[in-house]
């Protein structure tokens, strides 16, 4: 029996006028996450976009896991080609469906008549195919509340297509739909995640790193390509830029006062992370501050070190506490290297009383004695950069 993979878009059905852009870009996506599994032919009709495998050795399960991945998707699922007759579909459901079938106890039969010249209508087809399928599994009973499978025909323009259960898809929009972005990424928890939520919201990825040997190591530079590896598969190839940032951490050691180093880490680390992220031709700063979590994300911190960038700063974990973004991180896979224990800048010189609460003027009267363009100039012809996929 000919299989074919059965996409449905969800959110990009409200975008009016521009749905056709949203759609090309899924199409584009699915087709670049695919193409290592051999070649498809991809149509796209009725909010729904049919993905038909070319060979015969295409790994579905494969494929299933990589589809479930590409943001756009509200769900998806495999689904047996039929003739669009009653013998053709008929015959091969209880076929199709035979080893689903087998090892569940309840059902219900759906039926979607797009084609409206098919002889019969969508509850005659949801009778006369639960009736099939009670005398090929007896042991199944109907239950059109709560059923472990839903057997679903729908009856297209150009064929008939069975399938069981869809999977819920990853959701949101199409990457690269929303613009592109700068990720601020340190090595930790956080960023990984707030990169992931951009990124189902439409945005593509680049990201920025700042290391400080020999205070940090290479290893926490290797977790942190690991960590984009994760967040790769969700958002698609990402550009690693990794920022010599021990002379500026130095400098703010040795000239300023120690409770606004963090501030003006972090002041430094905007500024420089601006001016790269309009050189890659971003739109805007991602990070992964919550507020009130650490002192450098209270308030007025946050507005602070605002104030030295010229383009917008996202931060989608700003409401979200430390269990819930944990929860998102184990669920991309990467919480286990993001606890792995290998020091980042951000950890280097800390205060032991960090400022939380700086008013307007303060930080910039601590910067007073920082060559601060040199500094971002030396840091930015420094940069080393990286193609994560």
């Known amino acids: 029996?000919?299989?074919?993979?059965?996409?449905?878009d969800g959110e990009l059905s409200l975008k009016g006028l521009n749905r056709c852009n949203f759609e090309n870009k899924l199409v584009n996506s699915i087709k670049r996450r695919l193409k290592p599994l051999g070649e498809i032919n991809i149509i796209k009709a009725q909010s729904t976009i049919y993905i038909d495998p070319q060979s015969e050795d295409f790994d579905f399960e494969e494929a299933l896991e990589r589809v479930g991945r590409i943001f756009g998707i509200a769900c998806y699922s495999r689904a047996c080609v039929c003739e669009k007759t009653c013998e053709d579909i008929f015959s091969k459901a209880p076929v199709y469906l035979a080893?689903?079938?087998?090892r569940i106890k309840t059902f219900k039969v759906e039926a979607k008549r797009a084609d409206k010249t098919f002889p019969l209508k969508s509850p005659e087809i949801c009778m006369e195919l639960g009736g099939i399928l009670l005398e090929n599994?007896?042991?199944l009973r109907v239950d059109v509340h709560n059923p472990d499978i839903i057997v679903t025909v729908e009856v297209r323009d150009f064929a008939a297509y069975i399938r069981g259960n869809q999977e819920k898809g990853a959701g949101g929009l199409p990457v690269g739909t929303s613009g592109r972005a700068e990720l601020l990424i340190s090595g930790g928890i956080d960023s990984p995640v707030a990169g992931y939520m951009m990124a189902k919201r439409g945005l593509s990825l680049?990201?920025?790193?700042f290391a400080s040997p020999p205070y940090t190591s290479a290893l926490a530079e290797e977790k942190v390509k690991k960590l984009l590896s994760k967040v790769a598969r969700y958002s698609g190839p990402i550009n690693l830029a990794v920022v010599p940032f021990t002379e500026i951490q130095e400098e703010i050691r040795n000239k300023c006062p120690e409770d606004y180093f963090t501030l003006i880490m972090r002041r430094m680390m905007m500024r420089i992370s601006a001016i790269v992220a309009?050189?890659?031709e971003c739109l805007g700063l991602i990070t992964g501050e919550s507020l009130g979590q650490v002192a450098s994300q209270t308030l007025p911190a946050i507005a602070s070190t605002d104030s030295v960038s010229d383009i917008p700063v996202l931060r989608p974990l700003i409401g979200m506490d430390k269990e819930e973004i944990i929860k998102i991180s184990r669920a991309i896979d990467a919480f286990e290297t993001s606890i792995l224990p290998y020091e980042d800048c951000c950890?280097?010189?800390?205060p032991k009383h960090p400022h939380t609460r700086p008013k307007p003027g303060q930080c910039e009267k601590a910067e007073e004695a920082l060559q601060i363009e040199p500094l971002i100039e030396r840091a930015i012809e420094?940069?080393?950069y990286s193609y994560i996929e």
């Open 137 to 139: 599994f007896p042991h």
């Open 99 to 102: 080893e689903q079938l087998k």
């Open 206 to 209: 680049n990201a920025i790193h």
């Open 278 to 280: 309009k050189k890659d």
């Open 347 to 350: 950890t280097v010189f800390t």
């Open 382 to 384: 420094g940069i080393e």
């Open 1 to 8: 029996m000919k299989e074919i993979i059965l996409i449905k």
